[in-house]
């Protein structure tokens, strides 16, 4: 048996091997399409739609207990400008403000909550499901009830996550404004704050897929390979933030669509996101494959099915195998 040693040894020499990288990363683009990673990408950007007002409002609630629900929106609202425009970011920022409208009545106010945690969980209830046909496992049906509630537990706990790593995020940020400020406005300061921040915002994305990428999934995965999935995920997600964000910039979106130019705009990023997202997760599950001394664990509540790709490539390996032993 392979140790854990040896294992490690192997990603080291081959992991700057260039013929190597390419390899994963065309096999990772040959099973996104095998896996209808475009329209994976696009059902998501249906769900998100629903769920990103109900996500956002929980966020601001949790990371405003720090430093007030209007910083934290201002905040938000600012980092979403920067992604989808000004027009996007109006959008959302008129959709929160009209789903956080106090409700009349105890039972109105205990109802919106419920819709409110229900909305918030759609997305990554999609991203689970999605995530696993990458993987090629399924949740074991019957579970009833209770598997009911763990999925809706497990993608809310996701919810909470970001929540807590925008704080995070929100309040490092701070501190570095707040030292600039005191050091003075010096180009080598300045310069040195940019890069602190790149830093930061870098980190905080490549833990936010990390935890995606590592308890989404029915799959029992290791960290070290999590970890190498979000950085290329993240990477890929930085540089095209620039691209589309020139894209959208540049294409007149209101003479086309109108009053409804900043919904498409908005469901334009979500979906590049998207496409970035499942990528990074292919990438991840072809680099464990690859790199892993242990099979593919699902977990305790899941069960492995065999991918469409794989049947086939292995139905079309016997039949060559067949030719040629006949020739």
């Known amino acids: 048996m392979i140790s ?57 609630a949790i990371a405003g207990l720090v430093f ?46 419920i819709v409110l945690i229900l909305g918030s969980v759609g997305v990554f209830l999609e991203l689970q499901e999605s995530l696993n046909i990458i ?26 996550s970001t929540a807590f790593i925008l704080l995070v995020s929100l309040i490092v940020n701070a501190a570095l404004s707040a030292l600039q400020n005191y050091i003075g406005s010096m180009f080598y300061i300045a310069t040195i704050m940019i890069v602190v921040n790149f830093i930061v915002s870098f980190s905080v994305i490549t833990l936010m897929f990390a935890l995606i990428f590592k308890y989404l999934p029915d799959v029992i995965i290791k960290w070290r390979f999590v970890f190498m999935g979000a950085v290329i995920t993240s990477v890929l997600f930085s540089i095209g933030k620039f691209a589309i964000g020139t894209y959208l910039g540049n294409n007149s979106y209101s003479s086309t669509y109108g009053a409804a130019a900043s919904l498409v705009i908005l469901l334009m990023w979500i ?13 991840t599950q072809v680099y464990t494959k690859k790199y892993s001394v242990m099979k593919i664990i699902p977990d305790k509540d899941a069960f492995i099915i065999p991918k469409i790709s794989e ?11 067949t030719v040629s032993k006949t020739d």
């Not at 950007?45 to 966020?59: G, K, N």
């Not at 292995?314 to 195998?321: A, G, H, N």
């Open 68 to 113: 007030g629900e209007d910083a934290v929106r201002g905040q938000i609202v600012g980092q979403i400008q920067n992604l989808v425009g000004h027009d996007g970011a109006v959008m959302i920022e008129t959709m929160i403000k009209g789903a956080s409208a106090p409700s009349k009545g105890i039972i109105a106010a205990i109802f919106s909550f």
């Open 311 to 321: 049947l086939i490539k292995k139905e079309t390996d016997k039949k060559q195998k």
């Open 4 to 60: 854990k040693e040896t294992e490690k040894k192997k990603i080291v020499k081959e992991r700057f091997n260039l013929k190597i990288i390419f390899s994963l990363i065309g096999n990772s683009f040959d099973q996104f399409l095998d896996d209808k990673g475009f329209k994976m990408a696009a059902a998501l950007s249906f769900y998100s739609a629903f769920s990103l007002t109900p996500m956002l409002i929980i966020i601001i």
């Open 135 to 160: 993987w090629g496992v399924e949740q074991k049906p019957g579970r009833g009830i209770k598997g009911l509630l763990k999925n809706r537990l497990s993608s809310f706990s996701m919810v909470i």
């Open 271 to 283: 979906y590049y996101s998207g496409l970035i997202l499942y990528f990074g997760a292919e990438f």
